[in-house]
């Protein structure tokens, strides 16, 4: 099935410490983003990637790091910088094209310890 | 700088009865506005996508309208059912976005009750 796995479903932080959250798409989508989502909230973006080897800021990029080495590879990284990392994370791709649907993962909810 | 709200964030309705969801929008240059389903504790799915072009795209009970130049567009579900009950996110992507990045209302949470 063509789809997008993000894992673990929970995962939690110690005072100090990285957490790196993994994305994998086998949909050959070339755009793929990650989401923040808090309580009661709409999602904001912590940053996308249009292409391998290229990724951008999005609105909250601070604390947070990525990569993308593969098409189908977005992992992200929750650094000690982020204060309030407590979330759900959701990792979504789209198609090439401004009208194509972004397809969402199941998330990550990253608590703190 | 868009911004997308939902009224109301929350609504309660008996089965059977027709949902009317609102959603609406500051900046009217968009590719197009997405409706999505979210069940507590998952990700989003898509239900619908309306291009800027179209009026209103409809799936089964589903049926979004969108109206650009007002900056709103409006989800209805018919006949309601108790596995309706969820939260119902829209969301735009701008012209001026870069990325395509989507910009998110906050979200209506429905209870339809049996």
């Known amino acids: 099935d063509g789809g997008i796995t993000q894992s673990p479903k929970y995962l939690f932080r110690k005072e100090g410490q990285n957490v790196t959250l993994s994305c994998e798409q086998n949909?050959?989508?070339?755009?793929m983003y990650w989401y923040r989502q808090d309580p009661g909230q709409g999602l904001r973006l912590i940053y996308y990637?249009?292409?391998?080897?290229?990724?951008q800021k999005g609105d909250i990029a601070e604390g947070y790091s990525v990569s993308r080495e593969k098409k189908e590879s977005f992992p992200l990284t929750v650094t000690s910088a982020q204060k309030n990392p407590t979330a759900f994370y959701l990792c979504?791709?789209?198609?090439?094209?401004?009208?194509?649907?972004?397809?969402f993962g199941d998330g990550t909810r990253l608590s703190i310890l | 700088k868009q911004e997308v709200t939902q009224i109301p964030a929350a609504l309660s309705v008996p089965e059977g009865e027709n949902l009317v969801l609102n959603c609406s929008f500051t900046?009217?240059?968009?590719?197009?506005l997405q409706w999505f389903r979210q069940d507590p504790g998952k990700g989003l799915t898509s239900l619908l996508l309306?291009?800027?072009?179209?009026r209103e795209q409809t799936s089964g009970r589903l049926n979004a309208s969108l109206d650009k130049s007002s900056g709103r567009s409006t989800l209805y579900i018919a006949a309601s059912q108790p596995g309706d009950s969820a939260t119902y996110l829209c969301?735009?992507?701008?012209?001026?976005?870069?990325?395509?990045?989507?910009?998110f209302g906050g979200g209506t949470r429905v209870l339809v009750k049996p």
């Open positions: 979504a791709s789209t198609g090439q094209g401004s009208n194509q649907p972004q397809h």
């Open positions: 949909l050959n989508h070339d755009a």
């Open positions: 990637s249009q292409i391998v080897n290229d990724f």
């Open positions: 900046d009217s240059a968009i590719y197009n």
């Open positions: 309306i291009q800027s072009s179209q």
């Open positions: 969301a735009v992507i701008g012209i001026k976005a870069a990325g395509n990045k989507l910009t």
